[in-house]
């Protein structure tokens, strides 16, 4: 069976008081073979800080930004072409550039941890062309064939940030400042805040910090929190998730896509189905991959759960083909699935029929015979 579930990692937090996230299980920079350099001090980038310069060496898509210009706000969001959550986020980032465009606002998807190779199949051949309906460039690299994978955006702006992970954004202010650091599926209220001119970046510094200073803890409650959710210890699991939420400053909403993956796997499915609830109604509805996570977690036919809810179900598959816009095959069978579940066989036909049409080798012939089933079921 094709792959459609992202499961988390150690690492659940993104950074400076954003959102713990399903799409912040993206991979860490790939390992790239590399002469030995000099091991310099990082000087720490945070919340507060005066923004980088921006080391392009390639404007893929957009006007060049030179500079931060004064009274405008720029969103820098580093992505890669492997990265299946960076790719999944695209059209959120899209739709912030669209509802922004009028007040000067600028977001830039930069490639970073990437062969810049890549990029232009990526653009031209497998839809980020349209996908990215923002500013995109490549980061510029050092000198060196071994060193394609290593960067000075990376380097300048992720490592003194203390970011992992991508995709990761920062949003740089009407003064060039640093305003927030997190993922980009996390970052529409502290942006309407900053366009607004309302936002307190002071406050924001505070917590930024004190999230850094919590780092070292927050790693012992990451281990702590992978045995007790192998054991299956939900007493643990509950305190552990309770302790991350406090060191990280993460909301409810921040901790739904966590919360329902680690309980689900510690075989608590009441608490599991509670968080999807949260991430339902809050931001997690407009990310594509976590819906679509939680709709097929409930309904997968080779992994059943106990006391499945297909009306949890159905409102995140809706909320997945939505965010999707109806153009991901994986997407489009999960929906199909839990329609089919649910009785609305003849709905279900219709979107499976969609999934097949946009399914390419082994996953068309997965898909095709479960649409042969649902007809099968309707007759």
């Not at 992992?164 to 942006?191: C, Q, R, Y």
């Not at 949260?278 to 080779?302: F, Q, S, Y």
Request: charged share 30%; net charge neutral; aromatic share 8%.
């Amino acid at each position: 069976m094709f792959r459609r579930i992202a499961f988390l990692s150690a690492a659940l937090i993104v950074s400076a008081g954003a959102a713990t996230t399903l799409a912040q299980d993206s991979k860490p920079a790939p390992a790239a073979k590399e002469k030995a350099q000099p091991k310099a001090e990082v000087k720490k980038l945070g919340v507060g800080d005066k923004a980088p310069d921006l080391k392009i060496a390639t404007w893929v898509k957009g006007e060049p930004v030179t500079e931060f210009a004064r009274d405008h706000v720029y969103v820098v969001e580093f992505w890669a072409t492997w990265c299946g959550p960076c790719i999944a986020g695209m059209p959120h980032l899209s739709e912030v550039q669209k509802e922004y465009a009028e007040k000067k606002v600028r977001v830039i998807g930069v490639n970073i941890w990437d062969d810049p190779k890549n990029v232009d199949p990526f653009m031209k051949d497998k839809g980020g062309n349209d996908k990215m309906q923002y500013t995109v460039a490549v980061e510029e690299k050092y000198e060196g064939e071994a060193n394609v994978r290593q960067g000075k955006m990376a380097d300048e702006w992720m490592k003194p940030a203390g970011q992992n992970g991508i995709p990761s954004a920062f949003i740089v202010d009407k003064t060039g400042t640093i305003a927030w650091i997190g993922h980009p599926m996390s970052m529409d209220e502290p942006l309407k805040e900053i366009v607004a001119g309302t936002y307190d970046i002071k406050a924001a510094a505070e917590k930024h910090k004190v999230k850094a200073e919590n780092e070292g803890k927050l790693q012992k409650v990451y281990a702590d929190l992978s045995k007790a959710t192998s054991a299956k210890d939900v007493p643990a699991v509950k305190k552990l998730l309770g302790e991350m939420k406090v060191l990280s400053g993460a909301s409810d909403d921040d901790m739904a896509a966590t919360s329902f993956q680690v309980y689900m796997k510690a075989g608590a499915t009441d608490e599991a189905f509670a968080a999807a609830r949260t991430a339902i109604a809050g931001k997690g509805k407009k990310n594509a991959m976590l819906m679509n996570t939680i709709a097929w977690t409930i309904v997968d036919p080779e992994n059943p759960v106990d006391k499945p809810d297909y009306d949890l179900a159905l409102a995140a598959g809706e909320a997945a083909y939505e965010a999707s816009g109806g153009k991901d095959a994986a997407i489009l069978d999960t929906y199909a699935t839990v329609l089919f579940k649910k009785g609305k066989v003849d709905k279900a036909i219709e979107m499976q029929t969609k999934a097949v049409e946009l399914a390419e080798g082994d996953m068309k012939t997965e898909l095709q015979s479960r649409l042969e089933e649902f007809k099968k079921a309707k007759k």
